[in-house]
T-cell receptor, first 116, second 112 residues
Framework: GAGVSQSPSNKVTEKGKDVELRCDPISGHTALYWYRQSLGQGLEFLIYFQGNSAPDKSGLPSDRFSAERTGGSVSTLTIQRTQQEDSAVYLC??????????????FGPGTRLTVL | GQSLEQPSEVTAVEGAIVQINCTYQTSGFYGLSWYQQHDGGAPTFLSYNALDGLEETGRFSSFLSRSDSYGYLLLQELQMKDSASYFCAVRDHKDSNYQLIWGAGTKLIIKP
């Protein structure tokens, strides 16, 4: 079946511009995560959606970052007034809470964001 | 606070065995997962331990000791394609939801 997809795969933007990153999770997965990964670094949690619950936004680094998930499926991460330090790979993952699966997360290929 | 500690880099020889350790300090614990990430790729799931002991999947095994807040990933018969970063992650519970808390990753370098 289809995995997690993300678009665009690469995004180059100028400092101060807004960007939107899209994630299409695996069908039926109720949980969706956004992470940020700088070159050679670990995963930085950004935001988490679970079903119809209020999202966990505790990882968002500033109020320039926001995300929404429409209809419990597709999610969009928006970064306003981008800064050079926002340059990173943005990864999306989805998971199902089926018992025994340990909340295995399936990752998309990521969007590489470069802010000039 | 919550933290996971793993070595930043490990070097091994092709054909050998290597162990990557992970110690954790979290408010809750519902299992330890391992993920592999090749350069330029996305993390992919390797293994999951909810109970103490060893789980084996082919050349890879994962071990957990909950009393020691410790686990490891064991890779046998190393191949060049195993060169990647390996992340441990603890499944924790927050506000009625499960989440993964991630380590910073261990870069495995394999020499011929």
């Amino acid at each position: 079946g289809a995995g997690v997809s993300q678009s665009p795969s690469n995004k180059v933007t100028e400092k101060g511009k807004d960007v939107e990153l899209r994630c299409d999770p695996i069908s039926g997965h109720t949980a969706l995560y956004w992470y940020r990964q700088s070159l050679g670094q670990g995963l930085e949690f950004l935001i988490y959606f679970q079903g119809n619950s209020a999202p966990d936004k505790s990882g968002l680094p500033s109020d320039r970052f926001s995300a929404e998930r429409t209809g419990g499926s597709v999610s969009t991460l928006t970064i306003q007034r981008t800064q050079q330090e926002d340059s990173a790979v943005y990864l999306c993952a989805s998971s199902t809470r089926a018992a025994g699966q340990g909340d295995t997360q399936y990752f998309g290929p990521g969007t590489r964001l470069t802010v000039l | 606070g919550q933290s996971l500690e793993q070595p930043s880099e490990v070097t091994a020889v092709e054909g050998a065995i290597v162990q990557i350790n992970c110690t954790y300090q979290t408010s809750g614990f519902y299992g330890l997962s391992w993920y592999q990430q090749h350069d330029g790729g996305a993390p992919t799931f390797l293994s999951y331990n909810a109970l103490d002991g060893l789980e084996e999947t082919g050349r890879f095994s994962s071990f957990l000791s909950r009393s020691d807040s410790y686990g490891y990933l064991l890779l046998q018969e190393l191949q060049m394609k195993d060169s990647a970063s390996y992340f441990c992650a603890v499944r924790d519970h927050k506000d009625s939801n499960y989440q993964l808390i991630w380590g910073a990753g261990t870069k495995l370098i394999i020499k011929p």
